[in-house]
């Protein structure tokens, strides 16, 4: 199983960035599929995912209206478009998966408990 992000970079407040994640390995459509972040000192956090069993779409409060996930499951890939970008955004970013059995087991990909795969991450810093 892999989870590889790309699209991270610096980028001034106000502006966008597009994340990507190309996934591997796994029945895509049969995992939930989303992004997490975590800042330096702070706890990985849930943006935002599609669950696997219905596709819809779940954000966090703090980003609603700014960010948008998507996916192509020809293509194995997500995305999260990111507009409005503010200071407090600047964290590395996750790509994250979670198996339909962890979702019976334990719920919603919410928290970083729920998570079954992680990529390795890509910064998005942004500044004044």
């Known amino acids: 199983v892999q989870l590889v992000e790309s699209g991270g970079g610096l980028v001034q407040a106000g502006g966008s960035l597009r994340l990507s994640c190309e996934a591997s390995g796994f029945t895509f459509a049969d995992h939930s599929i989303g992004w997490f972040r975590q800042a330096p000192g702070k706890e990985r956090e849930m943006i935002s995912y599609?669950?696997?069993?219905?596709?819809?779409?779940h954000y966090a409060e703090f980003v609603k209206g700014r960010f948008t996930i998507s996916s192509d499951n020809a293509k194995n890939m997500v995305y999260l478009q990111m507009n409005n970008l503010k200071l407090e955004d600047t964290a590395e970013y996750y790509c994250?998966?979670?198996?339909?059995?962890?979702?019976?087991?334990?719920?919603?990909?919410?928290?970083?408990?729920?998570?079954?795969?992680w990529g390795q991450g890509t910064q998005v810093t942004v500044s004044s």
């Open positions: 994250a998966a979670q198996t339909s059995a962890t979702a019976r087991a334990m719920g919603a990909m919410t928290s970083f408990y729920e998570v079954d795969y």
């Open positions: 599609i669950s696997n069993n219905d596709e819809t779409k």
